[in-house]
């Protein structure tokens, strides 16, 4: 490729590197930016036919309302939540178990997250989860941050398998009905696994020192060192049970749910029997509180049942899995799907099934909740209008954000004699690499996912380029392909769809810049560690 095609290429990382990163631009400004540049190098150098360009465009806009329609449900139920005192109640039973937020970040965004990931996936882990560490006293910044980077080993399984079982199945054009096409799925599942068990171990202390250096208004010695044998426990709360449920159950349906189910319970339980538990208590508001409690806030009077509080959660948990897991009701939902086929008559095709989607649960649950609640009328109308204001913001990056990704996706029906742009770069880097590819296939695996904003459209487009080259030098395909599950996983973190869409509930929309520079140094380090023992683990075998 020339310099101006190899500019054409990057232009979607390099469009987030400078525009959000290096000059903190807001997204709503340096997102249609991008999208500009990339429009004009995508017509002149890579040269994509105008219509394909068009129907990228149309494409991208349909799942842009797509990723809004789940914020809109995120938020309506976060500012009912707030708007009834949920919010705060919630609060105040999270204090109950812990007043620690060292505990609190490895409970909500490390395995609540884990759980929401398995059960929902598509973006809406961060979401559900950042509100609640607002609520707890976490700066908004923070919460955006935490729980994105929290929701990365758990994407392996995503919405219920989606990402091996579509992502690497389809990507690989298995045969679903072939027992042989659940064996192979299976392996990657448990090689990912079994890698994250060592390389998972990055992501809640990350969390925690994040957490501690970084986001703490008052920085005190010792808050990291102490807290650090909890949170390698729950880290492995997670990341073993996640194993040992694919491998004992046999599929890769439920490693997320089940592991952070489980990892949820052994965490409380630890923390109710004092077992690894920081001596000191230690908030991000005010560093250590006094050794003597007088200045732990004692939790006030229930101003709800404790089953009223947390009522909407868990309607919100059973309906996703209910949806997800019950076949009837997941084809009814389902059978409601608007389509726009062959559009432009270019065989790009968008779709959208609302009724499936986790932003129609969302809004099912804030309408139950305001019932529930007993949300008065001028209090709703506040929380309307406050829902309203942030979707709108959120609307104006993700309408730039998703088309200029789907032209990038797009761009191999071109006059140039050029394959697709995430493609050519894997391609040059295979080409380069030779046996070293699997020290790069992370890479490829985040790339993927950083760009389209998904892990299953990561494999789906890198899977066959994955299992080629591995095929040609020799490495295990399954090994190689969990590499790539790993990066998928890393990229999840930084990935602009999630970064607007977690700053739409939280109130950072104008510093997703900000939220991306927090999150980009665990993402390189997670997807290192696949690079480095991915590698190892091909020279073994």
Not at 506 to 520: D, K, M, N, W
Request: charged share 10%; proline share 6%; glycine share 10%.
């Amino acid at each position: 490729m020339t310099p101006l095609q190899w500019l054409t290429a990057l232009m979607p990382v390099l469009s987030v590197a400078v525009l959000l990163v290096a000059l903190r631009l807001p997204a709503s400004r340096a997102m249609p930016l991008a999208l500009v540049i990339t429009l004009v190098l995508t017509l002149t150098v890579w040269r994509v036919p105008a219509r394909t360009v068009s129907a990228a465009l149309l494409e991208g806009l349909v799942i842009g309302g797509g990723v809004l329609f789940i914020v809109l449900g995120a938020l309506a139920l976060l500012e009912v939540m707030r708007a009834s005192g949920g919010l705060d109640a919630i609060r105040r039973e999270f204090q109950r178990v812990s007043h620690d937020s060292r505990i609190q970040v490895l409970l909500i965004a490390w395995l609540f997250v884990a759980f929401i990931e398995g059960a929902a996936g598509f973006g809406t882990p961060a979401p559900v989860a950042a509100p609640l560490l607002v609520a707890l006293g976490f700066p908004p910044l923070s919460a955006a941050a935490l729980t994105l980077i929290g929701d990365s080993s758990p994407v392996t399984f995503g919405a219920v398998g989606t990402p091996l079982i579509v992502g690497i199945g389809q990507g690989l054009d298995l045969n679903p009905t072939d027992p042989e096409t659940s064996r192979t799925l299976l392996e990657v599942a448990l090689i990912a696994t079994g890698l994250d068990l060592v390389i998972g171990l990055v992501i809640p202390i990350s969390l925690l020192v994040l957490l501690t250096r970084v986001f703490a208004t008052v920085k005190t010695p010792g808050a990291t060192r102490e807290a650090l044998p909890l949170t390698v426990f729950a880290a492995l709360a997670y990341t073993v049970p996640a194993f040992a449920w694919t491998w004992l159950l046999g599929n890769v349906e439920f490693g997320a749910i089940l592991g952070g189910i489980t990892g949820m319970a052994l965490l409380v339980i630890a923390v109710r029997r004092n077992v690894l538990v920081p001596k000191r208590t230690w908030t991000v508001e005010r560093g250590y509180l006094a050794d003597d409690g007088s200045e732990i806030p004692v939790p006030g009077p229930r101003a709800m049942p404790v089953w009223r509080v947390w009522a909407p959660y868990l309607l919100l948990v059973a309906l996703l899995l209910i949806t997800r897991l019950i076949d009837p009701v997941k084809e009814r939902l389902l059978s409601v799907n608007l389509v726009a086929d062959d559009i432009l008559s270019t065989g790009i095709r968008a779709s959208w099934q609302p009724l499936y989607s986790p932003g129609a649960i969302f809004l099912v649950v804030a309408a139950t909740t305001v019932v529930l609640h007993r949300v008065r009328g001028p209090t709703l109308g506040t929380a309307v209008t406050r829902t309203g204001t942030a979707v709108l913001g959120t609307g104006i990056t993700l309408a730039a954000a998703v088309p200029l990704v789907r032209v990038f996706l797009n761009s191999a029906g071109n006059d140039a004699g050029l394959g697709a742009m995430p493609v050519e770069l894997a391609n040059a880097g295979a080409s380069a690499l030779g046996t070293f590819w699997p020290l790069f296939a992370p890479v490829v695996g985040a790339l993927g996912s950083f760009i389209s904003g998904s892990a299953t459209f990561s494999h789906l487009m890198f899977a066959q380029l994955q299992v080629d080259v591995a095929t040609g030098i020799g490495a295990p395909p399954g090994v190689v392909l969990a590499q790539q599950v790993g990066g998928a996983n890393a990229g999840n973190m930084v990935c602009v769809a999630n970064v607007v869409a977690v700053a739409g509930v939280t109130g950072q929309l104008g510093r997703e810049g900000a939220v991306i520079s927090r999150t980009v140094v665990p993402m390189l380090i997670y997807v290192g560690g696949f690079s480095v023992l991915g590698f190892l683990l091909v020279q073994l075998l």
